[in-house]
């Protein structure tokens, strides 16, 4: 079966994720998630790209990003992957690929998504058993969130803001949410949509990406169609 192309819309919030060839490690130690995130500050102004959130673990990248044109995110990703893989095989001395085949996306409706997108992102060390807390964890958006430090990586959704009117208002909301965490349902859609690369949203949501491009946003019926 054909695969599909990768559905990637300016202006729509998009979650993505990378993962090392075969399970293996894409960040080794503090300096190389240090590298990447300098990368990825640079690239994602390059490019036209806003990251709303990030995560950096052993095997895994993942991010919430928003770009300003459909080819922007794809262009981010290709630029990550040539500098990153070449400044990290010469600095461990070695050679071949990094990433296991492609970056996964799919688009979500930021005003109903965006905050649990968001939370699932940065609590991926405490789901992975990696660390007690989020904010435990410093190679993430969550220190940013919870008002522990500037990130120059993390560019706000419009979405974010109703969190609050203040960033005080908004950092006291996001630990609350931080310490809850997303529900199990929740958690397991935002999932399979980046697994399977479909949208999830509402019925208006999905009508309105439709407009803008022929690709099947939702998983097709099994089966033949029928004939009435």
């Known amino acids: 079966m054909a695969r599909l192309p990768r559905l990637a819309l300016a202006g729509e919030l998009h979650q993505v994720a990378l993962r090392g060839h075969n399970g293996g490690a894409a960040f080794v130690d503090d300096a190389d998630r240090a590298d990447f995130l300098g990368m990825l500050r640079h690239a994602a102004q390059e490019q036209g790209v806003a990251v709303h959130a990030y995560v950096l673990l052993d095997t895994e990248l993942r991010l919430l990003a928003t770009p300003t044109r459909d080819e922007a995110l794809g262009r981010l990703m290709q630029s990550l992957g040539r500098r990153y893989v070449l400044a990290f095989n010469r600095r461990h001395g070695r050679r071949g690929t990094l990433w296991e085949g492609r970056f996964r996306s799919s688009i979500v409706d930021a005003s109903d998504w965006l905050v649990d997108a968001t939370v699932l992102v940065e609590d991926l060390p405490v789901r992975r058993g990696l ?98």
Do not use: C, M
């Open 131 to 228: 660390v007690a807390a989020a904010g435990d964890w410093p190679w993430s958006s969550a220190l940013h969130h919870l008002g522990r430090r500037r990130d120059a990586v993390v560019t706000e959704h419009g979405a974010y803001w109703s969190l609050g009117n203040t960033p005080f208002d908004r950092e006291l909301a996001h630990a609350r949410l931080l310490a809850q965490g997303v529900t199990e349902g929740r958690a397991s859609a935002l999932e399979q949509a980046l697994s399977k690369g479909h949208a999830l949203g509402g019925g208006a949501f999905l009508a309105k990406l439709g407009e803008s491009t022929r690709r099947p946003l939702t998983a097709r019926p099994r089966g033949r169609p029928r004939i009435n």
